[in-house]
């Protein structure tokens, strides 16, 4: 069941991922309101016929594993496999020992199932072993059984998408070639390299912004990338970034990675997906289960709740995700009432979660870490939500209590700056797009967290 039971976000959790988050790509998380963004939710058909009429998509019950949509010149299945948790210790417990092996079993499952592209980063993976979900993915790249019967029939078939850390120490678009030529030899492809190179988010002030685009310009004309794609870049940083590929570079931008789901719908208000229709670019939506919110796996009542700062953060989300979790709930009983009857496979919440993003025209990256977490993400391209169910959980994001329910919104996203600052007292406040409330800490030790959020182009 997807109704759960909560409260509002754990502000601690912000800090704790900033300083203790050893990849340097810090966990910051923020909570957006509704006040002064610019559009309404994307209704259930309009933001992906936009898509559609851009890509040349089909309408259809179901995509199916077959299914192919375009990213850029490449034709990709209509879900990805993101690898964030393949080297992360610390949120998602990692470990070479225990978690490599279901990792190959998952990557040969997804394969096997027709999907053919994994997202990946230079920074993915903790402390020593910062860069192992490229290296993981190179291997399992190589290991795979390609006789399986599948549509993938070679590793040639496969697309990997990496992203490369715009770091303050990364001068000149010379640093950002290197950058990805070393992510290209941690996978160890050979001639087939890295599919699409993405800039990882937008530096602050465009420090070396520039730089950074004609490094992945020259790396796509030199060969050593497919296609460009740029990730956190909200709506008038990508039509600036979109329009510099092309009118300096020749490039058409292939595609902008964004955090987007049923509790990060911020994209969708901001204008990000007519903006990207608008310049021909796809929008992949990461964390399209909120971290694993959205799986309804978890409930508060009974201390249903995952190890690790998740469980901090969860705990004090889950009450005003309420709305939305009902209707998921809804949408699950009711189709497997009607489809699938007592005996078979019923549909999901992270089903609805994923298929939910598809119908706002973006492609969903999910992070598998299990067999049985590919199985049910794999069986969501089974089927599409209708357009009343899309619409429902429309509803239901719009419904959410004001500055509460909108929860995790990454900071990298580039027309958000957060300022946070800490102290001993024993209330929390925080300012998002000039709308104020105070919450009190919970526990022996307590703090303020001062959040302010200034857009910026």
Wanted: proline share 5%; hydrophobic share 40%.
């Amino acid at each position: 069941m997807c109704h759960l039971n909560g409260s509002r976000i754990f502000l601690i959790f912000v800090i704790c991922c900033c300083l203790l988050n050893s990849n340097r790509s810090a966990l910051a998380f923020v909570m957006p309101t509704a006040r002064n963004i610019r559009h309404p939710l994307a209704g259930p058909l309009k933001a992906s016929r936009l898509f559609d009429n851009i890509f040349q998509g089909k309408k259809s019950s179901s995509s199916g594993l077959g299914e192919r949509v375009k990213l850029g010149d490449l034709r990709v299945s209509p879900l990805g496999v993101g690898t964030w948790a393949w080297g992360n210790q610390f949120l998602w417990g990692y470990s070479p020992q225990k978690s490599d092996s279901s990792l190959q079993e998952t990557f040969d499952y997804v394969l096997s199932k027709g999907i053919n592209w994994f997202d990946s980063a230079d920074s993915y993976g903790t402390g020593r072993l910062e860069g192992r979900s490229e290296i993981l993915l190179g291997q399992f790249l190589r290991e795979h059984d390609y006789k399986l019967g599948s549509s993938v029939k070679s590793a040639e078939d496969v697309f990997v998408a990496t992203k490369i850390a715009p770091y303050p120490f990364r001068l000149g678009k010379g640093s950002i070639k290197a950058a990805m030529r070393a992510s290209s030899r941690r996978l160890d492809r050979g001639r087939a390299g890295v599919d699409i190179g993405q800039l990882h988010w937008a530096p602050p002030l465009g420090w070396q912004e520039k730089a950074y685009w004609a490094g992945l310009a020259e790396l796509k004309q030199e060969g050593d990338i497919k296609a460009i794609g740029l990730s956190n870049y909200g709506p008038k940083k990508l039509r600036e970034a979109a329009q510099t590929f092309k009118s300096e570079h020749g490039i058409s931008l292939a595609s902008n990675q964004v955090q987007l789901s049923l509790v990060s719908p911020l994209p969708l208000r901001s204008g990000l997906i007519e903006t990207a229709a608008d310049e021909g670019v796809r929008l992949i939506a990461y964390s399209p289960l909120g971290l694993g919110i959205l799986t309804g796996r978890y409930n508060l009542e009974r201390q249903q709740l995952p190890e690790g700062p998740r469980r901090l953060l969860f705990r004090e989300l889950l009450p005003a995700l309420t709305p939305v979790l009902g209707t998921m709930d809804q949408i699950v009983n009711e189709r497997t009432r009607k489809k699938y009857g007592a005996v078979s496979e019923p549909v999901t919440c992270s089903q609805v979660a994923l298929n939910w993003c598809r119908a706002k025209g973006a492609i969903p990256i999910v992070g598998l870490k299990s067999l049985a977490q590919a199985r049910e993400a794999t069986a969501a391209l089974d089927w599409c939500l209708s357009a009343g169910e899309v619409e429902a959980l429309d509803r239901a994001v719009r419904s959410l209590p004001k500055g509460r329910g909108e929860t995790v919104q990454n900071i990298f996203q580039s027309e958000e700056k957060v300022r946070v600052m800490v102290s001993s007292e024993g209330s929390s406040h925080i300012t998002a797009f000039g709308d104020s409330f105070n919450h009190r800490a919970q526990g022996k030790r307590k703090y303020v967290i001062r959040l302010v959020l200034h857009p910026f182009p």
